[in-house]
């Protein structure tokens, strides 16, 4: 599968972001879906997660209540829900396909730079 981020972008803190990850391909719905985000000099951090069916989520201590992981199956695309954003949310964000309960993901799309001014 091959992924394509897009929606990343300058924003005020404070303001609302929405990514979107659009996968090619037909198995789609076999993947469990995340986003990661790296900052510079720092490591690659897992953000949110969201099984196949879209019936289970997961996040980051560090946006708990402020981001939001969504999937669309018809259309092959999960999205992540930007809100409350802070300068340290500042990243490149990548999705990813793979499994959730090993956390293991063999499918990354390229990143989308987000940029969270104060």
């Known amino acids: 599968v091959q992924l394509q981020a897009s929606g990343g972008g300058l924003v005020q803190a404070g303001g609302s972001l929405r990514l979107s990850c659009a996968a090619s391909?037909?198995?789609?719905?076999?993947?469990?879906m995340a986003w990661f985000r790296q900052a510079p000099g720092k490591e690659r951090e897992l953000v949110a997660a969201i099984n196949w069916s879209g019936g289970s989520t997961s996040y980051a201590d560090s946006v708990k209540g402020r981001f939001t992981i969504a999937r669309v199956n018809a259309w092959n695309t999960v999205y992540l829900q930007m809100n409350s954003l802070k300068p340290e949310d500042t990243a490149v964000y990548y999705c990813?396909?793979?499994?959730?309960?090993?956390?293991?993901?063999?499918?990354w799309g390229h990143g989308t730079q987000v940029t969270v001014s104060s």
């Open positions: 391909g037909r198995t789609f719905s076999r993947y469990d």
């Open positions: 990813a396909a793979g499994r959730w309960t090993d956390s293991t993901y063999d499918y």
